[in-house]
């Protein structure tokens, strides 16, 4: 085996200016062998290629719209009743057509955020009442019976007091958003229409008066449409004995809107 040399060795003789220096024969072997390496080795530059940018209407067209959702979804977030007025004036200058996009994002903030429900209403009358209702259509024709609790609920009884907090705060938040809906409904919609809306509630509240977690629900959207209701549907319903205590008060409590 070669005896090795040092990297400091090599840099000192490999960079000595005088020309007539006396290399180590074994020194001379391993900088010639080395040069010869470096002669040989071929590097090949890639070649440049100019960066391109690929520019399509189909592109610039989505990014636009990304851009203006993520706007509109910004002023949405930060909608108070206190700065109402300086929202509605930034929201009249961002949005554009098409204006489903915006529609539809101003309904779903409204059915997560109930208690704001005046304010959006007064976002959402930007638009024209008709390109309003085209998308509540779009959304009830999805699920015509969205008041009806889902199984998940009905099964894990939510109104007791063993149900896991967590599941009913899903509740919660599921029957708010409903009864946003319905509250949407009643203020776009002809009364025909949701009357029969209302005729259906009560109807399913009939048959199916012995599930609280089916009938409570269904109650809370007859208050909001109780100018529908007349005074026999309200003692139709006070008729019935397999209501709990509470379903009873809800009644009683709808009655005394008439």
């Known amino acids: ?33 080395i040069k010869e390496i470096i002669d040989k080795d071929v590097y090949v530059k890639p070649v ?38 300086t929202i509605l004036a930034k929201l009249k200058n961002s949005i554009s057509e098409p204006y489903d996009t915006d529609i539809n994002n101003v309904i779903a903030f409204m059915r997560l955020d109930i208690k704001n429900i005046k304010n959006y209403l007064r976002v959402l009358n930007i638009f024209h009442n008709q390109l309003v209702i085209e998308q509540l259509d779009i959304i009830f024709y999805n699920n015509t019976q969205y008041w009806i609790t889902p199984e998940e609920f009905v099964t894990n009884n939510v109104y007791k007091t063993e149900c896991p907090e967590d ?66 549907n309200i003692d139709k319903l006070l008729t019935i004995d397999t209501f709990s205590s509470s379903t009873k008060f809800k009644i009683e409590t709808l009655k005394n809107k008439k």
């Open 1 to 33: 085996m070669s005896e090795s040399i040092s990297l400091t060795t090599f840099k000192e003789t490999y960079l000595e200016i005088n020309e007539n220096f006396d290399i180590d024969t074994r020194i001379l072997d391993k900088i010639n062998s």
């Open 48 to 85: 440049h290629k100019p960066f391109v940018k690929h520019v399509s209407a189909f592109n610039c067209r989505f990014r636009e719209e990304d851009t203006k959702k993520k706007t509109v979804t910004s002023f949405l977030n930060k909608l108070t009743t206190s700065n109402i007025e």
């Open 167 to 232: 599941l009913y705060q899903k509740f919660n938040k599921w029957k708010d958003s409903q009864l946003v809906l319905t509250e949407l409904l009643l203020f776009y919609k002809d009364i025909e229409f949701v009357s029969k809306i209302t005729n259906n509630i009560l109807e399913f509240i009939i048959v199916n008066c012995n599930v609280r977690e089916l009938i409570d629900p269904a109650l809370e959207h007859l208050h909001i449409l109780h100018q529908l209701l007349t005074t026999n």
